[in-house]
């Protein structure tokens, strides 16, 4: 894995991936969710950054990755879709298509 | 949607067979009970073709759940009224249904549709479960 570095506002710091708790998109750029509970933006695209990262890193939607070891618990709503609830307290859901292969990596 | 048709048509036609499957074996035991002793030709057809048609779309429309975009109870609804018409329409024009049996149909159909709801939300919420209990505990 290269060196991940992250930038938000004036600073740009490198990024230890272990405490990155997920990577996301949101209007068209890329995230990371660090453990000291600020955002960086990164300079890859997600697809990239799937490849990239350690294998702790799932899809858990069209446009999030999620730190396996960063995840508190799955809850699901009572529509039936399912969330994902990350250490900090932050959520985002997960995706039909990703729900199916998050069930194959837990080898249920 | 292109992506989707595809994915209808798939499903249609790998399930389309199950409908005249079904017709002939309810027709054995009506056969069998007495019930019937000989079919028409003509509404034979008719029934193998609309029951096939009718297969098509009843298994075709559960493509619709691969529409990430559509959240899960929509998804559900847009099949529920698919399977609705689909069944009803079929069993009307073939004379299976008298139209006073309207309220009983959509009755058994509703009940219907909610237990096997009700037991895909509880399969999900036991897989939520299990997958919680191995993130907490993996060697379970």
Not at chain 2, 19 to 42: E, H
Not at chain 2, 100 to 118: D, K, M, Q
Request: proline residues 3%; hydrophobic residues 45%; glycine residues 6%.
């Amino acid at each position: 894995m290269e060196i991940l570095y992250g930038c938000r506002e004036e600073e740009i710091r490198k990024l230890d991936t272990a405490a990155i708790e997920s990577v996301y998109v949101m209007d068209g750029r890329t995230y990371a969710a660090y453990a000291d509970g600020k955002e960086y933006r990164l300079k890859q695209r997600l697809y990239e950054l799937e490849a990239k990262l350690p294998a702790d890193f799932v899809r858990i939607n069209k446009s999030a990755l999620a730190n396996r070891r960063k995840i508190r618990s799955f809850q699901t709503q009572i529509s039936g879709a399912v969330d994902v609830v990350f250490l900090s307290g932050h959520r985002d859901y997960v995706s039909r298509r990703c729900f199916s292969e998050l069930k194959r990596r837990y080898e249920l | 949607m292109n992506k989707f048709m595809k994915e209808f048509c798939r499903r249609g036609l790998l399930f389309a067979w199950l409908g005249p499957v079904i017709l002939c074996i309810v027709w054995y035991f009506l056969k069998k009970n007495g019930i019937i002793d000989q079919l028409d030709v003509l509404d034979v057809i008719r029934a193998v073709l609309s029951i096939l048609v009718m297969s098509f779309l009843a298994a075709g429309v559960s493509a619709v759940y691969t529409l990430e975009q559509l959240p899960y109870p929509t998804a559900g609804l847009i099949q529920m009224a698919v399977l609705y018409f689909d069944y009803l329409l079929v069993y009307l024009w073939n004379g299976w249904l008298p139209l006073s049996a309207l309220p009983v149909y959509s009755l058994i159909f509703l009940t219907g549709f909610g237990i096997i709801w009700l037991i895909i939300y509880l399969t999900i919420r036991r897989t939520v479960e299990r997958m919680n209990s191995r993130m907490h505990n993996p060697e379970n």
